[in-house]
Nanobody, 114 residues
Framework: QVQLVESGGGLVQPGGSLRLSCAASRTLFKFNAMGWYRQAPGKERTLVAGLSDGRTKYAESVKGRFTILRDNAKSTVYLQMNSLKPEDTAVYYC?????????WGKGTLVTVSS
């Protein structure tokens, strides 16, 4: 059973920063891709940042502000979020493609508010 566990969410003021972590129960080398998604109330879950074959991709709304990083030794993927805006408020989910099967974490809530 593959498990992904997110942490690092919380309340932050606009303009602030947070770093989310996603700890995987398997080595990252066995994942075809890893990514962060988010879902705001009443909206669909959408891709925020992805990492595959050494390449990264970002949603237009977060380019230049968010960075996806990986630490292979810790089997952990991070999402560094800077210059946060109220519209970044959402539950953030970690996703991993493990031998073609999609796995999801339970999510961590990020609230950007003054």
């Amino acid at each position: 059973q593959v498990q992904l566990v997110e942490s690092g969410g919380g309340l932050v003021q606009p303009g602030g920063s947070l770093r989310l972590s996603c700890a995987a129960s398997r080595t990252l080398f066995k994942f075809n891709a890893m990514g962060w998604y988010r879902q705001a109330p009443g909206k669909e879950r959408t891709l925020v940042a992805g990492l595959s074959d050494g390449r990264t991709k970002y949603a237009e709304s977060v380019k230049g502000r968010f960075t996806i990083l990986r630490d292979n030794a810790k089997s952990t993927v991070y999402l560094q979020m800077n210059s946060l805006k109220p519209e970044d408020t959402a539950v953030y989910y970690c996703n991993g493609d493990y031998y073609g099967v999609q796995y999801w974490g339970k999510g961590t809530l990020v609230t950007v508010s003054s």
